[in-house]
């Protein structure tokens, strides 16, 4: 099968990547800067089976540009269902995002959601909620590479110990995404503390921190209904440790 993946240089579309190529699918990445006209030459060329839709902006705390929200998240999408008319695909898998459901929204949230109602107007079409994945590659200024980085280094960190998370191991994540659920979770919630307290038990070693509030919209009810997860998290955070130490 023959996959095009926009976003597929981040850490999810390395590791769909990674995981296709495995199972001998071919699978070749999107640009951001194409026009409709370009994308649909493109699309006509490599005549995908599957296209994973995960490009994004304003996911990471650094990315602020609401206009830049708006050009990638909702309009960037529009562009490639319009391309993806010209070919006959099996499945347009839109990536979309659990902050969705968040009662504070955001101005990331917002233009996903925006998103998830226009790709409702194209046939074939996928939308996934990801709720907190995590695994080896994620950025280093992500919450679990952090908690390990701070461990390894001595350094101290500021802890939301009560923010709770529903955490999915990147594989989970991928298969649970390939086989078109939508709710990407597993169902269960952990506090920061808790993880730092596996990843301290993994380690042998103790995290340096002070406590405090991080992210203004973190709540309780932040959980997929339905779980999905063969990975526990313990042996999700295992691995993840692992390699970031190898």
């Not at 296709?20 to 194409?34: A, E, M, N, P």
């Not at 699309?43 to 902006?57: C, G, Q, T």
């Not at 908690?147 to 990147?170: P, S």
């Not at 991928?174 to 038990?201: F, H, S």
Request: one cysteine or more; glycine letters at 6%; a neutral charge.
């Amino acid at each position: 099968m023959i996959y095009l993946i926009s976003g597929k240089s981040g850490f999810i579309g390395s590791s769909i990547t990674k995981y296709l190529i495995d199972k001998r699918h071919t699978v070749y990445g999107i640009s951001r800067d194409c026009s409709i006209n370009e994308l649909t030459e493109y699309f006509k060329e490599k005549n995908p089976d599957y296209i994973i839709h995960l490009a994004s902006y304003g996911n990471h705390y650094y990315q602020e540009d609401f206009r830049q929200m708006v050009e990638t998240n909702i309009i960037g999408t529009y562009n490639l269902l319009e391309a993806a008319k010209s070919i006959n695909y099996k499945v347009f898998y839109n990536v979309s995002s659990s902050s969705v459901t968040l009662e504070k929204q955001t101005y990331y949230s917002i233009t996903k959601l925006c998103a998830e109602n226009l790709v409702k107007m194209f046939p074939k079409v996928v939308n996934s909620r990801p709720y907190s994945v995590y695994g080896p590659e994620e950025a280093d200024h992500k919450f679990i590479p952090q908690v390990i980085r701070c461990l390894l280094t001595g350094e101290k960190m500021v802890l939301d110990e009560n923010a709770t998370h529903d955490w999915i191991y990147i594989i989970d994540f991928i298969v649970a995404l390939l086989a078109g659920e939508t709710e990407l979770g597993t169902g269960v919630k952990t506090t920061n503390k808790e993880i730092v307290r596996m990843l301290e038990d993994i380690s042998g070693k103790k995290l340096k921190y002070v406590s405090g509030k991080v992210r203004s919209y973190d709540n309780d009810n932040w959980v997929a209904k339905k779980g999905i997860s063969s990975i526990s998290i313990y042996e999700g955070l295992k691995k993840t440790y692992e390699y970031i130490t190898r």
